[in-house]
């Protein structure tokens, strides 16, 4: 099992193969809109357009499960990210990550990879940490997704190659993605 045996839903709600990607490095991403995370869809879109011509691409998954930093229909977001990022890459329909009702996809990607940590120099780690302890004082063992824009890296065989928190520098991811290229 890989990526390749999933289908999930575009921004149009139509069903996608992901079998379309086969061949190519893909970094699938949990975003919001409001989040003090969301201003990484500028780096994001910066490797998007540095890496797409060698086989890469990013999917977007829209989840309003952390915060609710994620409000609006498909179109509105699809609209501000537009408007405010200049987003080129595809984005997916509005998903859960997390829970009964997550997409298959972030079932499987999270039963590939567990949570990665965060990165310590990260000025919203203290934040993050303390918030999900007073939760669940074992959340580091918990595979489930911890908060927007964790990203999962997977090779040109549709196989998860790598988990990043939403703390990890994009920087890092860079070189993951050109260790895949």
């Known amino acids: 099992m890989n990526i390749y045996d999933f289908k999930v839903k575009d921004v149009k709600e139509e069903e996608v193969s992901l079998e379309k990607y086969k061949g190519k490095v893909v970094l ?21 357009e540095k890496y797409k011509d060698e086989d890469f691409i990013i999917l977007d998954f829209p989840c309003n499960q952390f915060g609710n930093q994620a409000p609006g229909s498909n179109e509105e977001i699809l609209s501000f990210c537009d408007a405010k990022f200049g987003i080129t890459f595809p984005m997916f329909s509005k998903i859960e990550v997390n829970g009964e009702d997550a997409e298959p996809l972030f079932k499987y990607l999270k039963s590939q990879k567990g949570f990665a940590g965060f990165d310590e120099d990260h000025k919203l780690t203290p934040v993050l940490k303390n918030m999900l302890s007073e939760a669940d004082p074992d959340y580091e063992k918990d595979p489930s997704i911890k908060w927007n824009f964790t990203k999962f890296l997977i090779d040109r065989n549709g196989n998860v190659a790598e988990r990043f928190e939403p703390t990890e520098p994009l920087f890092v991811v860079e070189d993951k993605i050109k260790e895949l290229l």
């Open 28 to 48: 699938i991403i949990n975003s919001a809109t409001k989040c003090g995370f969301t201003p990484q869809y500028d780096e994001l879109q910066d490797l998007y």
